[in-house]
Structures are given as C-alpha cells and as structure tokens.
C-alpha cells in the first residue's frame, strides 16, 4: 500500500498528540468549538469571513472557547481537523465544500468527535450538513439587475463553473427573466476562489462586452472584480456572502448576504447546550439564510418602487408560489409567474 505524504504528516500528527499535546481543559467547562477555514481564509471578506463572525458570536453570546486554523493548501484541511480532534474540540466546523472527502474520512476516525461541514453533505452519524437555497437571494439579485440595467446586459462571474455555483447563475439568472426576458445575462468562471487578478480581468471582460451590472460570487477573487467596478462610470457589482457594501461604497448595487454566521451560530447552540446535533440544517429566504443587503449607499438607484417589487418576489418564494431554479435544466424550463 502507497503511503501519501499526507497520510504521512496525519499519522505525525496524531503519534505527537498522543504522546504530549493532550488538551488542556477550558476554564468553568465551557464548551469549545474549533474551525477550519478553506484556502481563501480569514480576510476574504466572504466566504469565510461570514463563518468566523458566527464563531466569534458564539464566543460572546455562548461563552464558548473557540480557535480557528487557517489552511494554505487542500494538503492542511484533514491535518487540522485531525489537530482540533485529538484535542478534544466539541465541535469542528470545516468551512467549504472542498472538505467533503476530508470530513468524511476523519469523522470516520473519531466517532466520538463532532463535526459541521458548510457547503456539503457528508452522511455520517457525527455530522451536521449546513447547506443554502442560494437560488432564492440569487433571484432577487437578479430581479434587481434587470430593475437596474440601462444597457440590458448584466453578467455573472462565478469562482468555480461546479453545482454548488450554478445555484447562484441559474436563480440569478431566473430572478432577471421574471422581471425582463429581454435582459441578457453574460457567464464566465474564473477557474477559482483566490486569483484576484483573474477575477479583475474577466470583469474587465464582462464590462468591456456591455454589461453593467456584474453578479460577482467568486471568493476572495471577487475582490478583483469590486476594484475592476471602482473605475468604470454607470456600472455596479452585487457582491455575495458577507455585506460588501462598504468596500467600493455606491459601486456595490447590494449584497447577497448567505448567511454562514446563522449556520455556523446554530450549530454551536446545539453544542453549548449539549444537544444532539441536527444531520442537516437548511437555509433559505424563510429561514433567514440568504437575502439582500439595505442598500445603505444605493438607495437614489434602488427606489421604493424596486424595493416593493423585491418584496413581492421575496414573499412569493417563500409562500412556495415562486420556485426559483437551481440547476440549468431548471434554468431552461423556468416560466414566469404573474403576481
């Protein structure tokens, strides 16, 4: 049998934890919840930045002990999963759906462990699954664009062209078909979740060809877009995840907020109050889960009228009236529903 490199420093790891880096017990019993980020890190300002929040929330409101590892590299998620297990961590959230493979192999490991993944579902007894209906504040995003649009041409820039991604094109995409079919709606991946610089050269790219709103739901790469927006006239990003309103202010249309916080903050109530552990956790407009932001800088281009139309989709999809797509099959056969 091969041994991996990985399989190498995992199985350091866990001969060094064993013979001295037993866990020093939090102080009063608090509970203690652990993170691994994915490769974009803290200071994306997204992704995972919105899960860090929830983190530090449960540290306030909870009292939990918590700590974060940051991964540099694919190579870390399962080290520092298996770190924070041999330490005895009472929850271990991973931040992203890259870790799937990883979750699954070291929730297999430490049975007595629990683990939350963001983005994936892993079936195993010890895991929690934490998943969006992107779609639904996609739609909304989308229905704004095609409010907003003087061109009729808006654009999605996407991190990775996989399912998880297609949720935010095809709802983002339907939400501009509800209010204009005429609307075109310009595509492009940016082939990953970091490369600011090709982030801000397909928006270039994307402006360059006519669109003047760019749905951007790219990570950290997403940065590169926002800074593309800062010297193009008339033209405006939405930004995704967090509330990234305040980095180009008047710039960002709005935010669709996914609110990873919420997710990760449920999970470690459940922990702190030494509950069982949901398998699967789904959230979605009427959950709370994902939405737009107030339009804090936007509000002499989003008007009253555009809100009150927003609120009108919001309560639709809710009501179950609305679906909107998720896939680009669905995308395809996605009608229009009078309101």
Do not use: W
């Amino acid at each position: 049998m091969r041994f991996t490199r990985r399989a190498a420093l995992i199985a350091a790891v866990v001969s060094m934890c064993a013979a001295g880096c037993a866990p020093k017990q939090a102080a009063s019993g608090a509970v203690r919840i652990g993170m691994v980020t994915d490769v974009g890190g803290l200071g994306d300002r997204s992704f995972n930045d919105s899960a860090y929040a929830g983190l530090v929330r449960a540290k306030t409101d909870l009292h939990a002990t918590t700590t974060v590892l940051q991964s540099h590299s694919a190579a870390d998620y399962q080290i520092n999963m298996t770190v924070l297990a041999n330490k005895e961590y009472d929850e271990i959230f991973a931040i992203g759906f890259l870790m799937a493979k990883d979750v699954d192999e070291v929730a297999e490991r430490y049975a007595k462990r629990h683990f939350a993944i963001i983005d994936a579902v892993v079936d195993r007894p010890n895991v929690t699954s934490v998943t969006f209906k992107e779609e639904e504040g996609s739609f909304l995003a989308g229905a704004l664009a095609a409010m907003t649009t003087k061109t009729k041409k808006i654009a999605f820039l996407g991190g990775l062209d996989i399912p998880l991604l297609r949720k935010f094109e095809a709802g983002f995409a339907a939400g501009a078909r509800e209010i204009d079919p005429s609307v075109t709606v310009l595509v492009k991946y940016v082939g990953s979740f970091e490369d600011v610089a090709a982030g801000k050269e397909l928006a270039g790219v994307q402006f360059d060809q006519g669109a003047d709103i760019i749905y951007v739901a790219a990570g950290k790469a997403g940065l590169g877009a926002i800074d593309q927006v800062k010297r193009r006239d008339g033209a405006f990003v939405i930004g995704v995840d967090s509330d990234q309103d305040a980095i180009a202010p008047g710039k960002i249309l709005t935010s669709m907020i996914k609110r990873v916080d919420i997710g990760v903050f449920r999970v470690s109530q459940q922990a702190v109050a030494h509950q069982p552990r949901s398998p699967r956790l789904i959230l979605g407009l009427k959950e709370g889960g994902v939405g737009l932001t107030d339009f804090k800088y936007t509000k002499s281009v989003v008007t009253p009228q555009k809100i009150a139309v927003l609120d009108k989709l919001k309560a639709a999809i809710i009501a179950g009236k609305l679906a909107a797509p998720s896939t680009r099959e669905e995308l395809a056969s996605f009608k229009r529903v009078p309101l």
